[in-house]
């Protein structure tokens, strides 16, 4: 499956309603759809915020090769931005002191079983790897 | 859909998806706690790093006031990302 979505916060609900597609027809797990929707959301909203794409959209493409999901999000920028890389979260900050920044990132890449970004012809590319139970 | 009441007990229950699209109105809530209240979060099917960033910002206003937010009643995959988020060492989780 593969569908643009505009590159906009209130485009999560058609995007898990893809994600919710896909999975129906899949038959893919709650807790795996649960990984990939948090995912998902974690490195749209990022590029959202961050990215430095010069288009209004973002692909977004599904597919299942026996028990692995893979799911790629594609964004056209002039500059490879790799959001993928570790980020700081502040585990080690005070209680009082701590923000959340970086937080949904470390959390997707300790869910999910693989991650990887590239950067070609012009094309962002993040692909997220789960493993299936089943 | 997520949707966020506040019961005749006090109880602050959670329903649906709290994701990064539905912050503003859980962050409405959460902002109007003046005392310690227990957090229901059994009808919460999901939440994000969008949302635990408002739970964050609720308990360091809370303690401030010697105050805090209970989180009750976790499906396993919030309780996953939570501990992920090493969250569990903030809040009392029940």
Do not use: W
Not at chain 1, 78 to 83: G, L
């Amino acid at each position: 499956m593969r569908r643009q979505f505009e590159k906009d916060i209130r485009s999560l609900d058609a995007i898990f309603g893809f994600l919710r597609k896909f999975a129906d027809e899949e038959g893919i797990d709650g807790q795996s759809s649960y990984v990939l929707n948090l995912a998902v959301e974690e490195f749209f909203t990022n590029i959202v915020k961050y990215g430095r794409g010069t288009g209004n959209e973002i692909c977004l493409e599904a597919f299942r090769d026996g028990r692995t999901v893979t799911v790629r999000l594609e964004e056209e920028t002039p500059v490879p931005f790799d959001v993928t890389r570790p980020t700081k979260t502040q585990f080690d900050v005070p209680f009082e002191d701590r923000k959340p920044g970086g937080l949904g990132i470390h959390i997707a890449r300790e869910m999910l079983d693989g991650l990887s970004y590239d950067y070609v012809d012009g094309t962002s590319r993040i692909t997220l790897i789960k493993n299936l139970e089943r | 859909m997520f949707s966020i009441t506040v019961n005749d007990r006090g109880i602050v229950v959670l329903t649906g998806r709290l994701d990064a699209a539905q912050t503003d109105r859980a962050r409405e809530v959460f902002s109007a706690l003046e005392a310690s209240a227990i957090v229901d979060f059994k009808d919460l099917d999901y939440i994000s790093s969008a949302g635990l960033g408002v739970l964050l910002a609720t308990q360091q206003r809370l303690k401030k006031e010697g105050k805090a937010i209970k989180l009750v009643n976790m499906n396993r995959m919030v309780r996953d990302v939570f501990r992920i988020a090493r969250f569990d060492l903030i809040f009392e989780i029940e």
